[in-house]
Protein backbone atom coordinates (compact mmCIF):
# COMPACT_ATOMS: atom_id res chain seq x y z
CA UNK A 1 0.00 0.00 0.00
CA UNK A 2 1.22 3.95 -0.21
CA UNK A 3 1.41 6.43 2.01
CA UNK A 4 -1.66 8.91 2.12
CA UNK A 5 -1.12 12.86 2.48
CA UNK A 6 -3.31 15.21 1.98
CA UNK A 7 -3.11 17.58 -1.37
CA UNK A 8 -5.90 19.95 0.14
CA UNK A 9 -8.81 20.39 2.51
CA UNK A 10 -11.60 17.46 1.03
CA UNK A 11 -8.66 15.69 -1.08
CA UNK A 12 -6.21 12.79 -0.29
CA UNK A 13 -3.62 11.43 -2.50
CA UNK A 14 -1.53 7.62 -2.60
CA UNK A 15 2.10 8.22 -3.60
CA UNK A 16 3.84 4.91 -4.02
CA UNK A 17 6.76 6.40 -3.96
CA UNK A 18 6.62 6.70 -0.42
CA UNK A 19 5.15 3.72 0.46
CA UNK A 20 7.64 1.01 2.36
CA UNK A 21 4.76 -1.12 2.65
CA UNK A 22 4.54 -0.46 6.86
CA UNK A 23 0.58 -1.13 6.16
CA UNK A 24 -0.38 1.02 9.05
CA UNK A 25 -2.62 3.13 6.71
CA UNK A 26 -4.65 0.19 6.33
CA UNK A 27 -4.65 -0.72 10.18
CA UNK A 28 -5.73 3.25 10.61
CA UNK A 29 -8.30 3.35 7.67
CA UNK A 30 -11.63 3.99 9.60
CA UNK A 31 -13.66 3.53 6.28
CA UNK A 32 -12.12 0.50 4.59
CA UNK A 33 -11.08 1.87 1.73
CA UNK A 34 -7.29 0.91 1.95
CA UNK A 35 -6.66 -2.49 2.04
CA UNK A 36 -3.70 -4.71 1.92
CA UNK A 37 -1.96 -5.43 -1.29
CA UNK A 38 1.12 -7.06 -2.69
CA UNK A 39 0.47 -5.82 -5.87
CA UNK A 40 4.07 -3.78 -5.19
CA UNK A 41 6.00 -5.58 -8.55
CA UNK A 42 5.92 -2.83 -10.66
CA UNK A 43 7.87 0.39 -12.18
CA UNK A 44 7.25 3.81 -13.77
CA UNK A 45 9.45 6.18 -16.14
CA UNK A 46 7.66 9.07 -14.06
CA UNK A 47 7.95 10.15 -10.77
CA UNK A 48 4.04 11.78 -11.33
CA UNK A 49 3.27 8.33 -12.28
CA UNK A 50 3.83 7.38 -8.94
CA UNK A 51 0.97 9.66 -7.62
CA UNK A 52 -2.61 8.35 -7.30
CA UNK A 53 -4.72 11.97 -6.94
CA UNK A 54 -7.44 12.63 -5.01
CA UNK A 55 -9.12 9.24 -4.47
CA UNK A 56 -12.19 10.77 -2.72
CA UNK A 57 -13.22 11.50 -6.38
CA UNK A 58 -12.52 8.21 -8.13
CA UNK A 59 -15.23 6.87 -10.41
CA UNK A 60 -15.55 3.96 -7.50
CA UNK A 61 -15.64 5.30 -4.24
CA UNK A 62 -18.69 8.02 -5.79
CA UNK A 63 -20.40 4.63 -6.84
CA UNK A 64 -20.07 3.28 -3.51
CA UNK A 65 -21.23 6.54 -1.47
CA UNK A 66 -23.86 7.03 -4.07
CA UNK A 67 -25.34 3.27 -2.96
CA UNK A 68 -24.66 3.63 0.34
CA UNK A 69 -26.49 6.89 0.63
CA UNK A 70 -29.67 5.11 -0.86
CA UNK A 71 -29.57 2.65 1.69
CA UNK A 72 -30.79 5.68 4.10
CA UNK A 73 -33.22 7.20 1.77
CA UNK A 74 -36.12 5.65 3.37
CA UNK A 75 -34.57 5.68 7.12
CA UNK A 76 -32.10 7.62 9.13
CA UNK A 77 -31.31 7.92 12.83
CA UNK A 78 -29.38 10.99 14.13
CA UNK A 79 -27.25 12.10 17.01
CA UNK A 80 -27.78 15.93 18.14
CA UNK A 81 -24.71 16.90 20.24
CA UNK A 82 -24.85 20.60 21.47
CA UNK A 83 -21.19 21.57 21.07
CA UNK A 84 -21.62 24.59 22.93
CA UNK A 85 -24.49 26.28 21.05
CA UNK A 86 -27.09 29.44 22.70
CA UNK A 87 -29.61 26.94 22.36
CA UNK A 88 -31.35 28.91 19.16
CA UNK A 89 -30.39 26.29 17.16
CA UNK A 90 -31.85 23.55 19.66
CA UNK A 91 -34.83 25.44 19.61
CA UNK A 92 -35.73 25.04 15.61
CA UNK A 93 -34.21 21.10 16.18
CA UNK A 94 -37.17 20.74 18.43
CA UNK A 95 -39.76 22.26 15.90
CA UNK A 96 -38.98 19.40 13.60
CA UNK A 97 -40.91 16.95 15.49
CA UNK A 98 -44.45 19.22 15.28
CA UNK A 99 -47.36 18.48 13.29
CA UNK A 100 -46.21 20.78 10.68
CA UNK A 101 -42.69 19.53 9.87
CA UNK A 102 -43.70 16.47 11.25
CA UNK A 103 -39.87 14.90 10.22
CA UNK A 104 -40.92 11.29 10.43
CA UNK A 105 -42.84 11.20 7.56
CA UNK A 106 -39.88 11.53 5.69
CA UNK A 107 -38.35 8.65 7.90
CA UNK A 108 -36.31 10.55 9.52
CA UNK A 109 -35.39 9.72 13.60
CA UNK A 110 -33.45 11.55 16.54
CA UNK A 111 -31.65 8.59 18.46
CA UNK A 112 -30.00 9.68 22.14
CA UNK A 113 -27.07 6.75 21.56
CA UNK A 114 -24.44 6.82 18.85
CA UNK A 115 -24.60 3.25 18.81
CA UNK A 116 -27.95 3.34 16.57
CA UNK A 117 -27.36 6.79 14.75
CA UNK A 118 -26.25 7.29 10.98
CA UNK A 119 -25.94 11.14 10.97
CA UNK A 120 -24.37 13.21 13.80
CA UNK A 121 -25.79 16.47 13.61
CA UNK A 122 -23.90 19.45 15.73
CA UNK A 123 -24.79 23.09 16.41
CA UNK A 124 -22.22 25.30 18.35
CA UNK A 125 -18.78 25.89 17.48
CA UNK A 126 -17.73 23.15 19.46
CA UNK A 127 -15.72 24.55 22.18
CA UNK A 128 -12.63 23.05 24.38
CA UNK A 129 -14.94 21.46 27.08
CA UNK A 130 -16.93 19.21 23.97
CA UNK A 131 -14.09 18.19 21.74
CA UNK A 132 -13.43 15.47 23.43
CA UNK A 133 -17.45 14.25 24.22
CA UNK A 134 -17.72 15.21 20.52
CA UNK A 135 -15.21 12.69 19.14
CA UNK A 136 -16.36 10.06 21.84
CA UNK A 137 -19.81 9.91 20.20
CA UNK A 138 -18.33 10.11 16.58
CA UNK A 139 -16.39 7.07 17.25
CA UNK A 140 -18.86 5.48 19.33
CA UNK A 141 -21.59 5.76 15.87
CA UNK A 142 -21.29 2.44 12.87
CA UNK A 143 -19.80 3.28 10.01
CA UNK A 144 -21.02 4.44 7.61
CA UNK A 145 -21.49 7.31 9.86
CA UNK A 146 -22.13 10.89 8.26
CA UNK A 147 -21.53 14.64 10.27
CA UNK A 148 -23.73 17.62 9.35
CA UNK A 149 -22.51 21.28 10.45
CA UNK A 150 -26.61 22.71 11.10
CA UNK A 151 -25.76 26.69 11.71
CA UNK A 152 -23.00 29.21 11.41
CA UNK A 153 -21.34 28.03 14.90
CA UNK A 154 -20.19 24.86 13.70
CA UNK A 155 -19.35 25.69 10.38
CA UNK A 156 -17.09 29.06 11.37
CA UNK A 157 -17.40 29.69 14.78
CA UNK A 158 -18.70 33.05 13.93
CA UNK A 159 -18.84 35.30 15.45
CA UNK A 160 -17.28 34.07 18.62
CA UNK A 161 -14.75 32.55 16.79
CA UNK A 162 -11.74 34.76 18.42
CA UNK A 163 -12.78 34.32 21.78
CA UNK A 164 -10.28 32.48 24.34
CA UNK A 165 -12.96 30.13 25.09
CA UNK A 166 -14.48 29.65 22.29
CA UNK A 167 -15.04 27.27 18.88
CA UNK A 168 -13.61 27.55 15.10
CA UNK A 169 -16.14 24.99 14.01
CA UNK A 170 -16.30 21.50 13.22
CA UNK A 171 -14.43 20.95 10.19
CA UNK A 172 -11.59 21.10 12.12
CA UNK A 173 -12.08 18.21 14.39
CA UNK A 174 -14.59 15.75 11.98
CA UNK A 175 -14.94 15.09 8.22
CA UNK A 176 -18.08 16.89 7.46
CA UNK A 177 -20.57 15.79 4.97
CA UNK A 178 -22.93 18.60 4.70
CA UNK A 179 -23.28 22.33 5.86
CA UNK A 180 -26.55 24.57 6.55
CA UNK A 181 -25.98 27.90 7.48
CA UNK A 182 -27.88 29.94 9.57
CA UNK A 183 -28.34 31.37 12.73
CA UNK A 184 -29.81 29.68 13.39
CA UNK A 185 -31.05 27.88 10.51
CA UNK A 186 -34.92 27.40 9.74
CA UNK A 187 -36.15 24.07 9.90
CA UNK A 188 -36.91 23.85 6.58
CA UNK A 189 -33.36 24.16 6.23
CA UNK A 190 -32.32 21.52 8.64
CA UNK A 191 -34.76 18.85 6.60
CA UNK A 192 -33.26 20.55 3.16
CA UNK A 193 -29.84 19.53 4.69
CA UNK A 194 -30.68 16.08 5.53
CA UNK A 195 -32.43 15.32 2.72
CA UNK A 196 -29.50 16.69 0.49
CA UNK A 197 -27.00 14.27 2.52
CA UNK A 198 -29.47 11.44 1.38
CA UNK A 199 -29.74 12.39 -2.58
CA UNK A 200 -33.32 13.36 -2.03
CA UNK A 201 -32.95 16.73 -3.22
CA UNK A 202 -30.60 18.94 -5.40
CA UNK A 203 -28.42 21.07 -4.19
CA UNK A 204 -29.42 25.13 -4.33
CA UNK A 205 -26.15 26.91 -3.51
CA UNK A 206 -23.31 26.88 -5.74
CA UNK A 207 -20.25 28.82 -5.08
CA UNK A 208 -22.14 31.31 -3.55
CA UNK A 209 -24.65 31.72 -5.35
CA UNK A 210 -28.32 30.26 -4.99
CA UNK A 211 -29.80 29.04 -8.20
Not at 182 to 209: E, K, V
Request: glycine share 8%.
Amino acid sequence: MTKTSATNQGSVSLDYGRCINCQICVESCPTDALQRSSDLVFAAKSRRDLIMDDISHDTEANELASRIRILFKSSLHIRHVDAGSCNGCESELQALNNPFYNLHRLGIFFTPSPRFADVLLVTGPVVPQMQEPLLRTYEGMPRPRFVIAGGTCPISGAPFDFGYSSGSGLDKHLPVDVFIPGCPPTPAAFIHGLLLLTDRISQRIHRGRYE
